[in-house]
């Protein structure tokens, strides 16, 4: 599993679109700033004003994940295709830490790669790929949809690849951003 940012979201964006609502403008003073969105975007839960801070991540996890994932709506993904780099690519399975189940993942693992060594077609071939499989794929969340995410995926109930993930994801968040992601202090509800 691996997660990366791939780019530098801003906090500006949710300002300038609170300070619109109100007519008051932008902040420049950050603690001011952040107060405000605070208490617009997350104790008055006008949340659509954070929908202007994306966030792209790279991700390199197991099937399971991405189905997962997936079945967030309001994201925008770009996949690695089995169809045309399952013959190019390693073919890595995500460990379960269950003993048995791995050993029997690492038997199909060979299965497949006999099957790529005997031609058979990415498109055949491909139809095989356990859920264990990792693939690579770049995801897109504006805040208030991240917020959403992180909220179901980090929870105990969450299957544990992607409990993984949406920590790995939630660490990579900009440290002075990460209060977005977090429940308000019982001072501020």
Known sequence: MEIKLLNNPTLEFADNGIGLCYAKGPYTDEAKRDKRIRKVALKHKHASTIEFI??????????KVLLEMTRHRHASYACKSSRY??????????????????????????????????????????????????????????????????????????????REVAEAMFEAVPDEMKYLFEPLPTSEL
Do not use: C
Request: charge should be negative.
């Open 85 to 162: 780099t399952l013959n190019k690519t390693d073919l890595v399975f995500e460990p379960t830490g269950d003993v048995q189940i791995d050993f029997m993942l690492e038997g199909w693992r060979q299965t497949i790669l006999t099957m790529i060594a005997d031609k058979k077609s990415n498109e055949l071939t491909s139809l095989m790929l356990p859920q264990a499989y990792q693939y690579k794929w770049q995801v897109q969340f504006n805040a208030r949809s991240l917020m959403n995410f992180l909220e179901l995926r980090r929870a105990s109930s969450a299957h544990f690849h992607i």
């Open 54 to 63: 994306n966030f792209i991540f790279d991700i390199e996890a197991s099937t």
